[in-house]
């Protein structure tokens, strides 16, 4: 559309004189941008008048001020600030990807990127008409791709350094002292899942729920001393010197991460447990034959998010092909989407893109499947434990100690590119953009977080008779 303001397709160089020779004329083209930009604020404005019915959002930019949905005591409300005109273009094209480009970028500011994530959740159906021709394609493009090409050997080490081989001191700044990066466990001892938000975090509660986490993963395993357990996704160690030292196991662990495997050494070593624990710099697909039939227990915390679905029948062919035929347990845990979202074709958003590339959210009913399949039916499912209510707090510990303890001149030796202070920037709303937009997921059942545990056929409970 032609405005007379910014972009009138006319303009003469004398108002007094109309008629004067064609040299005084000019054409004053629209700037390409200005219109699409234009298009994109409209469409994206519209949709949200009908989107938003559930709590209120206002809307500022240099055109104006737009209120969205109804405002109401107790209702979530939300203020968005468009600093940067590019805004609009990134959500018609890219939606919620797009949103994050933005944050990232500084082109919006919010009040609280909480009330943001839950008010759009609160009106995904309404805000899926975003969705424009040419974001549909590239969806489907990138899940095909994901499927099909996202977790191939030598793409899973790609996608392990992307993911994994980062700053070492980055992950110590805001994981627990056992440096798990999965999902705790809270009881009343910390005040349950809520409990920082009503009587305020405690230092050493996210150490408790973790070592709590590693503890109970282990005893739902059946371990016992002299017990040999396999994990698959070695993280830094955490879960295999909790075995080895407490529960008096030998373990063998799996990472294609170089930095963890690294780290977890240097922290097997200090504990004095080198002899029983060895980390292999190794794809699950590969384990050696020397392997087959000689482990009493699997375990694997939050690692199936990178197997993808295509791979989930030959992961657990190998667990079959690594446990002992009988008295043997398997647990696994993972991210998970609700059944009604799963699909084998992910396409790219923000995780996919930004964190942990072409990783793919299982369902429970996928690995069930994939456990039976792909062992030929020598696994009995034990138990389902959904943990997604004890994420967000998780998530929040996280982020505390996140803003508290990255800071620029710590970080830029491993970044060197952080020196720009834009650049520090951007990274950091990356990383409070993740904790952000999980724990919305996962605190409205958008996504899940699933502990599996298999047994063998006919191995005994305990006592009962």
């Known amino acids: 559309m032609l405005n007379a303001a910014t972009s009138s397709a006319l303009t003469f160089s004398s108002t007094q004189n109309f008629y004067r020779s064609p040299s005084s004329l000019s054409i004053v083209l629209p700037n390409p941008k200005t219109i699409l930009s234009s298009y994109a604020r409209s469409s994206v404005l519209a949709v949200m008048e009908k989107a938003i019915t559930r709590g209120h959002l206002t809307v500022s930019d240099s055109e104006g001020v737009h209120h969205f949905g109804t405002r109401s005591k107790g209702c979530n409300d939300v203020y968005l600030k468009v600093v940067n005109s590019d805004f609009w273009m990134r959500i018609l094209f890219s939606q919620d990807l797009g949103f994050s480009e933005a944050y990232m970028m500084g082109d919006v500011e919010v009040d609280s990127l909480k009330g943001v994530m839950d008010l759009w959740l609160d009106n995904e159906p309404g805000m899926d008409n975003l969705t424009s021709a040419v974001s549909r394609i590239t969806s489907a493009i990138s899940g095909l791709s994901n499927a099909f090409l996202g977790q191939t050997r030598s793409k899973a080490r790609l996608n392990a350094i992307a993911s994994y081989d980062q700053s070492n001191e980055l992950f110590k700044a805001f994981l627990s002292q056992e440096m798990m990066y999965s999902c705790a466990l809270w009881t009343e001892a910390e005040g349950g899942v809520r409990g920082d938000l009503i009587s305020g975090p405690t230092p050493g509660d996210l150490e408790a729920a973790q070592l709590r986490k590693i503890r109970y993963v282990l005893t739902a395993a059946k371990v016992k001393p002299g017990d040999r357990i396999l994990e698959f996704g070695s993280g830094w160690g955490g879960m295999a010197i909790e075995a080895a030292r407490t529960f008096g196991c030998e373990v063998d662990t799996l990472t294609l991460s170089k930095e963890q495997k690294a780290l977890a050494e240097e922290r097997i070593k200090a504990a004095g447990l080198q002899d029983v624990i060895r980390v292999h710099l190794l794809d699950y697909r ?107 707090r998780t998530l929040r510990e996280w982020g505390r100690r996140l803003d508290a303890n990255v800071r620029q001149d710590l970080i830029v030796k491993d970044y060197p590119s952080l020196k720009d202070k834009s650049e520090f920037e951007a990274f950091r709303r990356k990383w409070q953009y993740l904790f952000a937009y999980a724990g919305a997921g996962f605190a409205k059942g958008y996504i899940t977080c699933h502990m599996l545990t298999f047994t063998r056929p006919n191995d005994c409970p305990a006592t009962c008779d």
Request: hydrophobic letters at 35%; charged letters at 20%.
């Open 286 to 392: 590969e384990i050696p034959s020397s392997f087959e039939k000689a482990f009493d227990a699997f375990v694997s915390i939050e690692m199936l998010e990178h197997v993808g679905s295509k791979h989930y029948h030959d992961y657990f062919r190998l667990v079959d092909f690594a446990l002992k035929s009988s008295n043997a347990t398997a647990v696994v845990s993972a991210s998970t989407f609700p059944e009604s979202r799963y699909s084998g074709y992910q396409p790219e958003d923000f995780m996919r893109k930004y964190m942990w590339p072409n990783s793919c959210l299982p369902s429970a009913t996928a690995l069930i499947t994939a456990a039976n399949t792909g062992s030929e039916g020598r696994f009995t499912l034990e138990g389902v434990e959904n943990h997604a209510a004890h994420y967000p």
